[in-house]
């Protein structure tokens, strides 16, 4: 079985500083995708970034990026130039590459606020 | 149209209650699900319809029951809940045939059972 881990509750950096998140997986499956998912006080959850296990080069999107160490099982989103909108909870979540899969792994969320 | 729109936005209701929870979306997509969100936790999956067919039951209770009328909308219908079901339900859709590219997420129903 799959398993996803943020560990790292909660974290907080200033306005225009780069931020680390943490998320690690444990998983026999070689080709998988892994997700982060922001989640602001208005509720609703936003895809930031989406990598495929079986592409080697980090996806990014603007200001966030994310560094996969697939032999590490490991998937960190690191956000550069933080605004005060990207205080969130952040969701790593992730997916078995199979046909009509649907279902996600979430972890259990890291908690970020910036600060002004 | 890149949205999941959910209403009601806010629900409260009586044990004894019937009500329903609506999710439409116009992107095409042919996967819809309901999730069950407690505060501070991950969402957690309760159904999935792929191509307007039940494909997955999360061993849910039969006092909360899903109807996909049409590739368009989700219903999640509610009858004789209990005070732990109280939480914020999301609604998601993804392309068919998966979930690789990601959900996108409604702004959800935050339910309060009383």
């Known amino acids: 079985a799959q398993t996803v881990t943020q560990s790292q509750p909660e974290m907080s950096v200033q306005e225009a500083e780069t931020v680390t998140l943490s998320c690690t997986y444990d998983?026999?499956?070689?080709?998988?995708?892994l997700f982060w998912y922001k989640q602001p006080p208005s509720r609703q959850m936003i895809l930031v970034i989406r990598?495929?296990?079986?592409?080697?080069q980090n996806a990014t999107e603007n200001r966030f990026s994310v560094n996969f160490q697939k032999a590490a099982k490991s998937f960190s989103l690191k956000i550069s130039d933080s605004q005060l909108g990207d205080t969130a909870m952040y969701f790593c979540?992730?997916?078995?590459?199979?046909?009509?899969?649907?279902?996600?792994?979430f972890g259990t969320g890291t908690r970020l606020k910036v600060l002004a | 149209d890149t949205e999941v729109t959910q209403t009601p936005k806010h629900l409260v209701m009586g044990m004894t209650n019937k009500k329903s929870l609506k999710c439409e979306q116009h992107m095409g997509h042919r996967a819809m699900y309901w999730y069950k969100q407690k505060a501070k936790k991950p969402p957690e999956l309760m159904f999935v319809y792929s191509y307007e067919k039940l494909s997955i039951n999360e061993s849910v209770p039969s006092r909360f029951s899903p109807e996909c009328p049409n590739s368009s909308l989700l219903n999640l219908h509610l009858h004789a809940l209990q005070p732990e079901d109280s939480a914020l339900y999301l609604c998601a859709s993804s392309q068919g045939g998966g979930a690789n590219y990601g959900y996108t997420f409604g702004s959800g129903t935050r339910l309060t059972v009383v």
């Open positions: 998983t026999s499956e070689n080709n998988y995708y």
């Open positions: 990598q495929e296990a079986y592409k080697q």
């Open positions: 979540a992730f997916m078995k590459h199979s046909p009509g899969t649907y279902k996600y792994i």
